[in-house]
Structure formats: C-alpha cells, structure tokens
C-alpha cells in the first residue's frame, strides 16, 4: 500500500461495496437465479420419474454428483485454510481476503451438502442417516464412511459458519452504524451489540483465536472423511492409504483457485485495488505452487503403487486411466493441476492478472475432472470383467452441475451486496498506529 | 423281453427329488378336479376347501413351450399360477425346466393376448367380433367347403394325443385327411437317414448318460435341439462319470462351449469329419458287433473319407476313434450341419458312426421315438401351398401355429386360400392374415395330454381357470365336428380310460387317473425295437459328401434356433427378450455373427449395421464378431424380425427367414436353413446392438476357471485366520451355501429366468440394458478366452453369478443404514423399504451383482399376475439382490418347525437350483458337515471367486475339467 489509508477511509471504501447495486447486477442475480431455477427442476424430475433419468448406472453407481459433491467440498476447503490456519500462523497477507474465502467455504459447503440429497435414491428419507430417536431403536450404521461423511460435513458447515459470523462482528457494527431504519435493526442484532470496548476486543480476539484453533483441524479431518468414502471401499484405485491428505492437498488446491477466481472479478467490481493487491493473489498463487506439487507427487504415487504393488485389479484401473477410454480427462488434470500452476514460478504469470484468472480456471476445471477421474474410472473397471462398463452423464447431472454453479455465485453476489467483503477490523490492523503528531 | 425302464428316458438315473414332489403332489389331486371354482377371478372370501390362503397349491402339467413335452408343476397361489417348475418324477425332464419354458406363465399372462374374437369386414380389415358371429362365420368358412374331399386342412404344429385326435375327428367331418402337423425346426435330414439306414424315418431315443463318449456334429443339444433340458441332464450324468464330450462344427455354439473339445470344421464338413472317424475307427478293428459283410461294406463306404479330407489331424481322428472303441458312444447331429443341402449325408454319415461304435439299438434306441417324428416336413408345407394355390385346398384352419412368419414362401400361398381360419392365443403375422381369428386358452389352462415320446403320456392340466373370455381350440374344433363330447377334459378322460385298460393296472380308473393328474401323466414300458442297417446304395446316399462344395462368392449362412426365441414362438414374452444370448449376451435383437477375418477385411465391427443378401431377399441387423465362428461363415439367430407378434416382438432385430431358400431340400424335404450364400454389406451406421457383456476376456482373474484334465491345480490356498477389529460372525443354526459345479453348468439361462419369475424382476428394455441397468440377480457370464485376447485356442467359458453371500461382506459395512446387514444364517440381506439408495453397497460389492432401481419395475396388466406374493415388488429408488430365495428358506424352515424335525438336506431349494436342468447349482447348510453342499464345497475342484479379497463368500465353485486329452 502506497498510501496508508486512514481508518475512515477504509470504512467508507468497504462500506462502499455495500451500495444499492445497479442494474447489471440484477440481470445477473436473475440469470443465476434462472439456472438454479433450471436445476431444481430438472432434480425434481429426477425424484419424479426415478434416478434412471440421470446417467449414473451399474457398475458406475456414482457419478456426476459426487464430484461435484466432493469439488464443493474440496472448494470449501480454502476458507479455513486461509481465515483459521493462516490466522494462527500470523500470515499477515490473508487480512484483506479471509472474509471472502470464509464466504467461499460456509457457500461451498452449502452447496456441496446438496448432493448427497440429490444422488439418493429415496431423498424423502435422507433423514435416516442422521442418529434421531426411534421408537424401533433404528439407527444409523456408524461403520459406515458415508455416516461420518454425515458428521464431517454437518460439523464443518457449523464450525465455518460461525467463524464466519464471528469474524464479522466489529465490521457488521460499523455497517450498523452507518445504517438507518430497518437495516440499522438487522445489522444490529448481527452485530450482537458490539460497541468495541477494551473488554470486548479482549475476549472477542480471545473467542477468535479459539475457533480458529477449532477449525484448523476440521481442515484435515473434513477431507480425509470425504476421502475415506472411497479410501475405506475395496474398488481398485479407490482402496489406498494416500488419499486423506491427497484429498486435502488438492482441496486446498482448489480452494485457492476458487478464491482467486472470485477475488480478481470482486476487486474489479468494487475497486478495492487498495485493500486486495498483486500482492495477494502472488501469495495465494505461491501456495498454489505447493499444492499443485503435491498433487504431482501424488498422482505419481498412485501409479508407481499401483504397478509396485503387482495387484492386478490395481494395475489395470491404473493403466486403464492413463490409455483407456477417459485418459483424455486424466491428462487434462494432470495438465491443469500440475502444469498450469507450475507457471506461477514465472513472476510474470504470478502478476498477471488474466493469466492468474486464467491458470485458477484451468485449476478449477482440473480438480473437477481429477474427481471425476478417481470415482467414474475406478468404478467403471473394477474386479469383474464382465461388469464392466462405462458412463456418461445425461441431462439432469449437467444441469443439476451448472446449477450447483449458479446457486454457489448467487450466495456469494448475496452476500457481496449485504456484507463487507474484506475484513475492516483486520485490515485496520494492519496500518501503523496512528498517534498524535509530537512536537 | 428286454424292458425299457421309463423312469428318465434319456439318462436312467435314480430320483432323489421323489420324495419331495409326492408331497407336493397330494393338494394336485384334490384340486384338479374341481373345477366348480367361480367364474370370475377374485379374491377367495370363502375359499375352496383345499386353499390355504398363503399356501401355494401344484398342478402338475405339461409344457408346450416347445415340442418337447417336459413335464412341469405349476405353483398357484390364491388361484394364479405364477411359476412353473420342472416336475422331478417327469421321464423327459427330470425336474429341470428351461428358460423358455419358466417363460410359459409369461404366455398365459402376456398383455397381448387375444381377447376378443376377430373377423374380416367387408374392407378386409380385422375387426373385434362377438364370439357367437365368429364361430357361426368358422363354422360356415369351413362348411362351404366340406362337401369337397379334402378342401379343408388344419395346420399346427407338432401335436400328439388329444388334440390330435380331436384334429382328427374335426377333419373327419369336413371330409379331409389333411393335418399337416407343422414345425419350423422339424429335422427332416435326421429322419430321412434313419429311414435310408434303418427304414425307420423317426427320430430315436439318445441316452446320453450311458455314453462315454459323445461326440456332437453340429446338433445344439443344449440349446433348443428336440429336448434339451433332458439332453443336457443326460449329457451331464454322463461327464460326471468321465464321458468325454467333442464338438465337430463351424460355429462355437452353447453347446460346443460345454464340449470338452471343440473341433473347428469347414462349414458343411461335419459328415466329412463323421466318416473320416468311421474309417479310422474300423481301421483300428472297431465294428466287431457287425456282421462280416456289414462290416466290410461299411469299411469300403468309409474308404474315400480321409482325415484329410475333413481337414483333421491325422492323430486327433485316430485318438477319438480310439476313444469309440469298445466303450458305449453316441454322436449326433443337428442344428446347422443338419438342415444344409448336404443335411441328409451328414445325418447318414452320423448314422453309420453310431453303427460302427455299436451306439445304434444301445444308446441310440428306436423303441421309444419323439413325438417329433410324425411333424410333416417344409415339402409338405410347400405342397399344401400349392395345393391352396391350386385351389384343391380352399379352407385352412391353423392351430397356435405361425408359419407366415417362418416360411415366407407359404404366407404367398397363404394369401391365396379362400377361407383362413386361426385359432391362436396372441395376435401374430399369421392371425393377420386370416379371415377369422379365434382367441383360444394357453397350455397352462388347457386340458390335454401329449406322447412327447412312445410312452410317455403327458398330461395337461389347467393350473387356473382361464384369463380372458377364450375357448379351449380343441373344444371348438369338436364343437364344429358335432362331437358327442366336446368337453376337452371328458376327452380328454376318455382316452384315458383306453389308456387304463391298455396299461392293466388293477387300480380302478378314477385311482390311476388321480394319480396319473398328480404325476403328470402315465408312463408306460415299451418293447426293444433293434433295427438293423440297410447297406443298400449308402456310397451313393453318402456322395453328396464328396463333392466339393460350390464356390460361394459371399459367405455361407448359418441359421440356428436361438436359445431364448426358438423359432420365433417364444419372442413376445419380456423376459426371453431381456434374457441374453449365452454366447453374444446380446438383448432384444438379432444379429449376424462374423469371423474375425471377414469382419476384418470388410471393415465391419461389433454392433455396426450391416444388410445380408442372399439370392431370395436381404436383411439389416447388427454384426457381431465372433472368433468362434469359422471364416467364411455368417450365422444368424432365428426368431427375431417378428411384424405383429405383439410389443415385446416388435423392433426386435430381423427374421432371417427372409433370406432362406424357399424350396425344399429335395434329398430331405427339410428347409434349407443353412448353407446360402450371403453378401454381408456394411451401412456405415451402429445397429445399437445391446450386449450385457462389459468386457469379453476374464484377463486371468480366475472366474470361469477350467482345466484341462490331468492337470492338477495348485494347492488351494486357505484363510489364515486375520486380524478383524470386528468379532467374527456366529452362524447359530444354519451357514446357507452354495456350489456351482462348472462341469455341470452349461450357460443355458434357466436360473436367470427361473429367477425373474420366483423374484418379481422387473424387465427394463433395450435402452435401459443399454446402459447397464438389467435387473437379474443372477447372469451367466461368458468369457472367451483362455485369459487375454488373442490368446489360442479360442474357447469359452462361462459360469454363473449370483450374490456370494460374503460372510465379510464389503455391502454391508458402507450401508448407511442397515439395509444391506448380515443375517444370522449368513445371508447378506437386503431390506428394501430402509434402503434410502446410495449405491454404495454397488459400488462396493467386487462381484457387481446388486441392481438399483432406477425407474419403477413395470409389469403391465395382466403380468402383474404373475408375481409372487412372498416376495416384495420393489419401488423406485433402492437396491436389490439375491437372498437365495429367502423366502423360500424361511417357508422350508417353518415347515420343518411345523412337523418338529430339523431342515432336511435338499429340502430348500432356490429357484436357480430348481430349474438347473443339469443340477449345478446345489444349495444347502454348511454347518451341516454331512450336506450335500458342504462335502461338494471340499471338492479337490472348488474355488471361490476373488478369494484373495478376504471376503469370504458362501459360493463355492468347482472348476470345470476338460478331457480334451485322451
């Protein structure tokens, strides 16, 4: 920052981007809300007319929707990583861009957490997998992955939700204040009273400190649950002990890129060149460097396993991925996983700002297909011959996937309007004390 | 006298399973005769004294399926019949029951059934007609031409006892002597050389269980060739007592594949390969049994037939005939090699096999002959054509038969008669042609009996009362005769009591009669009939052999019945659509199956649409290519194509009776149904042919295991006992488990539909099995092989799979639920209105064998009626599965809880086991050490499929062995 801003100033700049919008952004928010609109129908159809409308089949009994389930999830994963992880390690950078990663992840895990609503086969009843009182002493099977699936996901969804909320407090006051009328009330009874006295600032960074100290490990355990729904299975090329912080790596991977992809446009938008720089998005496009390594390694030792381990089964899901029929979209990963980030060693890509939009796209698509990858293939050729088959996904799984899209873009324009996207309080923080001029 | 025991006809073998149907038997008596229930179908509010609501009640009958005649016991249950199983006290089949035959109720409750009468209107259209109008117009039809002597003719199909009387008495009184007892697939050729062998123009008695070794020349003797399921008992009887089975063909068929051996032949070079094993074997001093001068005319009939010629090794010929020697043989022939122009050579050639190894009046037995026999031959069907063009013959009647679609050459003809007159149970290509349409019972509401072969009386009795407002055709037909009795069950007693009086029973006639309806008829002795071998002109009769077959300039054709249409009858019931062919696994079509090297240099791939010309018409299906086909060679499924044979038939591949030479073979009088010369001409388009086969090779993964015999298989690895962070599973009372013995188990598909109709699945179509969403619980699966593609020589092996009821289960523990959770008796369990449908028990099971719902099953009225009330009908949205007949374990249960005595070994049996027409599915207790399954699953041959993944399951397989090695 050039020019220290001054604390009034970076209020009316945040502030700002909570102004009554124009009208671009409501041909938006009705375009998204259309295509959520699209979806919903094409998943009561779905519910309708029987899960056969989707292209999900025997032996590929998961498809489309658990990726997208588990890319939601992996998304969701930079929130935490950047608010909470970052936080304790006193990163200074992730000041002007947690808020919107937390809203990226409390919005991803909302939408992932549609899907496993949506992929089963009696949604009316997907309150079964939750451990309610029952008269006939039923209950859910707890050894089963997809029941702590259930745990992880609900416990993130809260742990996130209120770091959230909590991380917003002292800047919904200053909304509050700033607010008349009804809006003074709203924001008011989010500020939970907030007035900024030494006492709360005490216990408020206290409390903070805490649920980031909660959340960190959520950052691991989410997705190695969500892995285990594979890892714990006997399907070749599901069954390997790498895949929790496999998973974990490439959701962090992903999460970053769905952060810059949502920063760069936000920053734009709402001119808020000040507060989100170069500076920023290069950090967050460094760390990106790391995962997309790790992801490498990764893939590389799921191969060299596979062919060390001499299992049969192992080794032709393995070959199969590389040279059979959806080779092209393990390439395409490992091209937009592992390659593309490796331009980030180039200073020129790192601050570029359409080359950055361009490689976390790149990404975005990677890691959507690197799950599509590791469920469609494995399943597709498991242990009988016979049984072997492959997938394609039809109309509903398209559009309930563009759907998950639109619904997880008109929460964050939502939010973008009715919150200030980048942390006041944090930011203050990090401009020198301001102090009376000494004569 | 030597007797004929009549217990099996075709393997003699003991019956374990009496016991258990003369328990069964006991209600068939009691109901079968009252036939005062009321008249409509309804819910019993008071029942008939013998019904137990929830209790299901037998009748035992006769299947009309094919002309076979096996016997059957129908299971009703609240006054619908809703499976059929094979009777086990039944001389022809033994208790097995084919696919085709499980599909019967599938006839009965078919939703195309006709259900009104139908008449020609003035504009020639069919319309719907009053019973009284149509019978008064078939009556008047056929009157206003009996004045002149035979002017009427009746055609069905292959009838014997009392329809055949009734014909009988019904042309009587129009005047005429014309029955033509009509049958696509009729083996004339067969019965041409046994008459020019042995004078006897009927096609014999094969005892296959007495045979060491049997050697097959083309004949589909599993599939659809004169009885299979007693065939296929028979053949495997006598491999379980180290028979040894080769194959002589052009085609690796079903029944090849079952063979030890399959020797690749040219196609047409069977009777070469026949003769070529005459000579060897009467060179190595075979043929002892026959007289000096027999013997000598022989050996110079065999003189010119070199291995050579056949195109055989040397080596290989003169160690199979060697095999022949002093030991009880058979070969036979059929299928293909037995209707091509050289057909009746073949057929000879074969004859002259059996005489030299001394099978004829041994194994091969004249005393009892099939039914068959007395079928005209398609001469007779082309003579009646002319006869109708001619106009000699003005008025034809046909019964159940449908000879438009399966002789296209007699449809032009057909067109020709002044009055056609069907009396038939569905709409066809044939009821479509005729002026009068009457819509008459199916067999599993008849009364009737059939003399399937010489002294076996098989009765027919209705297991309900019938559907739809039809009539019994033999009571119309003795109706329009002015029969003194036209009640088709008085008729059907009354030839009974000559029966009586024939068989000198002391029992009075109501107690033979009783128990001959329990039974399922009455089995008489028959006397020895030796024939003997009439030498004269065989060097002549054999020349066509000879002669170097025509250059062809296309390919030459190979029809052959298929194993789930037959000749086209069976293709309107659903499930013998879905059922996929053993060998293509291909669904609901046809298709033309080519060797590598011409689809190859034709450029044609599985599943692109090609047209096949022949000089008499072209057809467009899909190719298949198959490296058990030999090159040159273009074979073709028979009983698709069908235009008006109801929905299920119709869009269904193409009839390949297009492309047949309408002229009869005139050595035979048989059709031509192999041998034409085709042009295959690819369209540049995919056919979307259908096959549940996901991969065609095993890669070495150990499913379908075979061996070839002597060698012996590497220790069987036991489980160590490993660590589990979870207590072992106690199975208290029962383990229930399961062998699948591969050397019995020859891929023909009657568990599979067997289980359909015992578990209420629901069939899905084309485009759905298209995208892998068939609902069988159990498939057979077929791999060529062995292991990897291009591996030599091809073979193939097939298995069946089913749940393996894992005791550590991968289902089990990823349900979220407890849907999927292990019984107490070990059983994987399913329980379907819990299920919430993740799929994650699917994707889980290594097996593959749980199907989801993905759409609710349809049964469209009335085959609703068909489904069994044990079992749930499952809705949209959860997973499904084999329990092994749970429901019928727990009634076996409660029965041996009513009587105070534990379960007794063999006294549960799923429908898979049930219908197994070889008994290689065996089912039992493995806590039990002294069962029948836990001493065959320590065979030195079991295996289980995926063991190495600890899962445990309760299947174990016996490895096939394969003696193609002296």
Redesign the interface.
């Known amino acids: 920052m050039t020019q220290p801003p001054t604390y009034t100033r970076i209020d009316t700049d945040l502030v700002r981007t909570m102004q009554p919008a124009g009208r671009a952004y409501y041909v938006v928010l009705a375009i998204l809300a259309a295509i959520v609109g699209w979806a919903g129908y094409a998943w009561s159809v779905q519910i309708r007319?029987?899960?056969?409308l989707a292209?999900?089949?025997?032996?590929?009994?998961?498809g489309v929707y658990i990726t997208t389930f588990v890319f939601w999830v992996g998304i969701a994963h930079s929130g935490t990583l950047i608010s909470a992880v970052l936080f304790l390690f006193r990163v200074r950078w992730r000041s002007s861009i947690y808020r919107t990663a937390e809203a990226v992840t409390v919005f991803a895990v909302a939408t992932a957490g549609l899907f496993p609503f949506i992929?089963?086969?009696?949604p009316w009843?997907?309150y079964?997998?939750m451990p309610y009182p029952q008269m006939g002493g039923?209950?859910?099977?707890f050894?089963?992955?997809?029941?702590w699936d259930?745990f992880a996901i609900s416990t993130y969804f809260t742990v996130s939700a209120l770091f959230f909320i909590t991380g917003m407090v002292p800047d919904l006051a200053i909304v509050r204040d700033r607010s008349v009328g009804w809006r003074e009330k709203i924001y008011g009874l989010l500020a939970q009273g907030w007035q900024g006295t030494n006492r709360q600032w005490r216990h408020y960074v206290a409390a903070y400190v805490f649920l980031a100290g909660l959340a960190t490990p959520l950052v691991i355990s989410v997705h190695s649950i969500v892995s285990w729904?594979f890892a714990?299975?006997?399907?070749p090329g599901w069954h390997t002990t790498i895949f929790p912080p496999y998973f974990v790596a490439g959701a962090i991977h992903s999460g970053l890129a769905m952060v810059i992809t949502i920063l760069i446009p936000m920053r734009r938008l709402f001119s808020l060149d000040a507060y989100i720089t170069q500076h920023h998005l290069g950090s967050m496009a460094k760390l990106m460097i790391l995962t997309g390594m790790l992801l490498g390694y990764s893939y590389a030792i799921e191969f060299f396993v596979a062919w060390y381990s001499g299992n049969?089964?192992e080794r032709?899901i393995f070959f199969w991925r590389a040279f059979g029929h959806y080779a092209w979209a393990l390439w395409l990963l490992v091209a937009c996983n592992v390659g593309a980030p490796l331009l980030f060693f180039m200073k020129r890509f790192r601050e570029s700002t359409p080359w950055l939009v361009v490689l976390s796209l790149l990404v975005n698509v990677g890691m959507f297909f690197e799950r599509f990858v590791i469920i469609v293939t494995s399943?597709a050729r498991?242990?009988?011959?016979?049984?072997?088959?492959l997938y394609v996904p039809r109309w509903p799984e398209i559009s309930i996937l563009f759907g998950s899209f639109a619904w997880f873009f008109l929460l964050i324009l939502i939010f973008a309007k009715l919150f200030p996207v980048v942390s006041m309080w944090e930011v203050k923080e990090l401009l020198p004390l301001p102090r009376r001029k000494s004569t | 006298m030597k007797r004929n025991k009549p217990e099996s006809i075709f393997s003699g073998a003991g019956r374990r399973d009496f016991l258990r149907v003369l328990g069964i038997g006991s209600a068939v008596g009691l109901t079968s005769c009252s036939r005062t229930a009321p008249d409509a179908l309804t819910t019993y509010a008071i029942p008939p004294e013998e019904m137990v609501k929830g209790h299901a009640l037998w009748f035992a009958t006769t299947c009309r399926e094919c002309p076979a005649g096996c016997g059957v016991l129908a299971r009703v249950r609240e006054g619908r019949v809703h499976k059929l199983e094979g009777n086990p006290v039944h001389p022809v089949n033994g208790g097995g029951l084919c696919a085709r035959g499980q599909a019967a109720v599938q006839g009965l409750y078919n939703p195309d059934r006709l259900r009104v009468p139908l008449m020609r209107d003035s504009k020639g259209a069919l319309q719907q007609a009053a019973w009284p109008d149509a019978l008064a117009r078939f009556k008047e039809g056929i009157a206003r031409h009996a004045a002149k002597k035979d002017a009427v003719s009746i055609l069905s199909g292959a009838t014997s006892g009392a329809m055949d009387e009734a014909v009988a008495l019904f042309l009587k009184s129009v005047n005429s002597t014309r029955h033509l007892r009509y049958e696509p697939i009729a083996y004339e050729s067969l019965r041409e050389a046994n008459r020019a062998a042995f004078g006897e123009p009927r096609l014999p008695q094969l005892r296959f269980a007495e045979a060491k070794p049997i050697y097959v020349f083309g004949a589909d003797v599993i599939e659809t060739f004169l009885s299979p399921v007693g065939f296929a008992r028979g053949i495997a009887d006598a491999r379980s007592g180290g028979a040894r089975m080769v194959n002589f063909g052009s085609r690796l068929s079903l029944t090849a594949a079952y063979a030890d051996q399959h020797v690749a032949v040219a196609p047409g070079a069977e009777g070469l390969a026949a003769m070529a094993l005459v000579r060897e074997l009467l060179a190595l001093g075979g043929g002892a049994h026959l007289t000096a001068d027999a013997r000598a005319r022989l050996k110079a009939a065999a003189e010119p037939f070199t291995p050579q010629r056949a195109g055989l090794d040397a080596s290989l010929v003169q160690e199979l005939a060697q095999e022949l020697k002093n030991r009880p043989s058979i070969a036979v022939t059929g299928g293909t090699a037995a209707c091509d122009e050289r057909a009746a050579a073949t057929a000879l050639a074969v004859n002259l096999l059996n005489l030299a190894s001394g099978a004829i009046n041994t194994t091969v037995r004249f005393d009892r002959t099939a039914a068959l026999s007395n079928a005209a031959t398609y001469a007779e069907l082309i003579a009646l054509g002319r006869a109708i063009e001619e106009g000699s013959v003005r008025a034809l009647v046909i019964l159940g038969s449908n000879p438009v679609y399966n002789a296209p050459a007699f449809a032009r003809s057909l067109a020709k008669a002044e009055f056609v007159a069907c009396l038939s149970s569905y709409p066809d290509e044939t009821t479509a042609a005729a002026h009068v349409v009457l819509p008459v019972d199916t067999p599993l509401e008849s009364w009737d009996d059939a003399e399937p072969w010489t002294g076996v009386h098989s009765l027919s009795q209705p297991a309900m009362r019938r559907l739809f407002d039809t009539r019994h055709s033999g009571e119309i037909l003795l109706e329009a005769a002015r029969a003194p009795q036209i009640n088709f069950r008085e008729f059907v007693r009354a030839r009974w009591q000559a029966l009586h009086k024939r068989a000198g029973v002391k029992d009075s006639f109501e107690s033979f009669w009783i128990a001959a309806l329990k039974r399922g008829g009455h089995w008489r002795e028959v006397g020895e009939h030796r024939v003997t071998w009439i030498a004269q002109g065989v060097e002549t009769k054999l020349k066509p052999l000879l002669e170097p077959a025509q250059a062809q300039p296309g390919l030459r054709l190979e029809t052959y019945p298929s194993l789930a249409y037959f000749d086209g009858r069976s293709a309107n019931r659903p499930w013998m659509q879905e059922l996929p062919d053993p060998i293509t696994q291909v669904v609901w079509d046809s298709w033309v199956e080519l060797s590598p090297e011409d689809a190859a240099r034709m450029g044609v791939r599985t599943g692109d649409r090609v047209r096949v010309r022949s000089a008499h018409g072209g057809i467009e299906t899909g190719a298949y290519v198959y490296p058990g086909i030999q090159k040159g060679a273009a074979a073709i499924p028979l009983g698709q194509g069908h235009t008006a044979f109801g929905r299920y038939a119709s869009g269904t591949g193409a009839n390949a009776a297009a492309l047949i030479d309408p002229a009869p073979d005139a050595a035979t009088g048989g059709v031509i149904w192999s041998g034409e010369s085709v042009e295959i001409q690819p369209l540049g388009a995919a056919h979307g042919l259908v096959t549940v086969?996901?991969?065609d090779?095993?890669?070495?993964?150990g499913?379908a295991r075979s061996r070839p015999d002597g060698e012996h298989a590497e220790s069987h690895q036991e489980h160590h006992p490993e660590l589990s962070i979870y207590p072992p599973h106690e199975h208290q009372k029962h383990r229930w488990g399961m062998v699948v013995d591969l050397n019995a188990c020859n891929g023909c598909s009657a568990c599979v539909t067997a289980c359909y109709a015992e578990n209420n699945i629901p069939i899905v179509g084309k485009t759905?099995v298209g995208?892998?969403?068939?609902m069988s619980w159990i498939?057979v699966?077929?791999?060529f092989g062995p292991g990897k593609a291009g591996s030599s020589p091809f073979q193939v092996d097939l298995t069946v799979?089913m749940c393996q009821q894992c005791d550590y289960a991968?289902c089990e523990?990823?349900?979220?639920?407890?849907a999927a959770y292990h019984t107490k008796e070990g059983l994987n369990g399913q329980i379907y209105n819990?299920?919430?449908?993740?799929?994650?028990c699917?994707?889980?099971c290594?097996?593959?064998v749980r199907?989801?719902?993905?759409?609710?099953g349809q049964f469209p009225a009335p085959l609703d009626w068909q489904l069994n009330p044990d079992v749930t009908v499952r809705?949209?949205?959860?997973?499904e599965k084999c329990t092994f007949c749970v429901q019928r374990i727990v009634q076996g249960k409660d029965r041996a809880r009513r009587e105070g005595r534990p379960v007794a070994d063999g006294e549960i049996v799923p429908a898979c086991a049930q219908s197994c027409p070889t008994r290689a599915i065996v089912f039992g207790d493995l806590k039990d050490p002294s069962s029948r399954v836990s001493r065959l699953s320590k065979d030195s041959r079991r295996y289980r499929?995926?063991e190495e993944?600890n899962?445990r399951p309760a299947v174990t397989y016996l490895e096939r062995t394969r003696r193609n090695r002296a």
């Open positions: 007319e029987g899960l056969g292209g999900i089949s025997h032996p590929v009994g998961w992929h089963l086969g009696r009843v997907a079964w997998l039923l209950s859910p099977n050894r089963s992955p997809l029941v259930v729904d714990m299975s006997v399907v049969p089964f032709e399943l498991e242990f009988d011959p016979f049984a072997w088959g | 086969a996901g991969h090779y095993q890669e070495d993964r499913i759905e995208r892998g969403r068939e498939r699966e077929r791999f799979m991968p523990s990823v349900c979220p639920v407890f819990r299920c919430v449908g993740t799929r994650y699917s994707n889980n290594p097996y593959k199907r989801f719902n993905w759409y609710p809705s949209k949205g959860v997973m499929v995926f993944l899962t």
